[in-house]
């Protein structure tokens, strides 16, 4: 019999997000010249992908506040010790969505959503305003539906545990009926 999947935050993979989000807040500081001299804007175009010149300071300090928000939020899960993810014989868990626990018998079915190589598990449930996020996820849920396909998208970034041992876990305690 397997045991139930969980997951909590690695301390090594937290810390390793939040020097990279710093990075990019000192990056847009460097582009907006509040760190040395600013970035000619024209460096910024005629490259694929460039943004026009005259967005660059905007999309500096989009960087900057992003990035610094981000940096925050990783911050905070590095003092949280709890699990994140869990997933056995009733359901399926995500703290970062609620505190309930979501019934296998709710889930019709478990997607795969690929952005940048970034695996997320993506419930489809029966009834999903039985089941209301809280929070930032709860905020953005409408537009992760229209992204995912799904109703919930739960990431392991940050997670000491796998994408596939979570599949793994899904297919295990859910049902390989459930999985697209």
């Known amino acids: 019999m397997m045991e139930e999947f969980r997951a909590s935050y690695s301390r090594w993979r937290l810390v390793l997000l939040f020097l990279l989000s710093v990075d990019f ?3 847009g500081l460097l582009m907006v010249g509040v760190i040395g001299e600013p970035s000619d804007p024209a460096e910024w175009s005629g490259r694929r992908g460039s943004i026009p010149p005259e967005l660059v300071p905007y999309a500096s300090w989009f960087c900057v506040i992003f990035f610094a928000f ?3 939020v990783i911050l905070k899960r590095f003092f949280d ?3 994140q993810v869990a997933i056995g014989a009733t359901g399926i868990h995500w703290s970062n969505w609620s505190d309930a626990t979501i019934p296998w018998d709710e ?5 795969v959503y690929i952005q940048n190589r970034q ?3 993506v419930l489809h449930l029966l ?3 039985a089941f209301p996020g809280r ?3 709860a905020w953005l849920a409408s537009a992760n539906r229209m992204i995912t396909g799904g109703d919930i998208a739960i990431s392991l970034i940050g997670t ?3 994408f596939e041992e979570a599949m793994a876990a899904i297919e295990h305690f859910g049902g390989r009926a459930l999985l697209d």
Do not use: F, M
């Not at 889930?107 to 997607?111: D, E, L």
């Open 25 to 27: 807040v000192v990056l």
């Open 70 to 72: 981000g940096a925050a």
């Open 81 to 83: 010790d709890g699990v």
């Open 107 to 111: 889930i019709v079915r478990v997607s």
């Open 119 to 121: 695996k997320s598990i």
């Open 127 to 129: 009834n999903p305003e």
């Open 135 to 137: 929070g930032i996820h």
């Open 160 to 162: 000491d545990r796998s």
